[in-house]
């Protein structure tokens, strides 16, 4: 039996990760299937279990990966003082997600009231880029860069909280310029 190259392995499973995130995005986690997902990657349903043993493995990387798009993000923006970048990265970031993710993250929601696994991956993201932007702000206030008056948790929290009344207004079809600018 041949060697697969870690490279390779790599890309294929990115490649379903792509695929799973199209999937949901379309059809919504819980009307999607393995099979819904191997046939856009075109490959076997058995092909996408030799890289992922659950549909709900593939709902938490695809939230993981948003945090660490988030957290890099953060990193470059904060690490050039350029406080309003990062703010309008992280918009631009999180906004493209939740029109990739719209009907996913919503019903994941939807579903975490009586899923406690799914309750899990969505607390556990929250707590992640809350931490990751807490850490962001308090580096700063300590550097004096931003003002250092206001605990860092609670305005991590704040800020975060704009973003998902925005992300709502989005999804009510408010004028997007309008949200941008506010």
Known sequence: MPKVVPEYKEAAKNKIIQAATRVFSKKGYHDSSMDDIAKEVGV???TIYLYFTSKKELLKIIST????TLMEILH???KHHDYM???EEIYA???DMLTRLLHTNFEMIA???DDENIRKIIRGERE???EALRVQLQNQMNKGTIRNDVDAYIL???VLALYWEMATQLFAGFDKAKVYET
């Open 44 to 46: 076997t349903k058995a």
């Open 65 to 68: 990966s948003a945090n660490q």
């Open 76 to 78: 470059k923006s904060f």
């Open 85 to 87: 970048k990062a703010l």
């Open 93 to 95: 970031m999180k906004t």
């Open 111 to 113: 579903l975490s009231t």
């Open 128 to 130: 992640k880029d809350i």
């Open 156 to 158: 991590a929290h704040l």
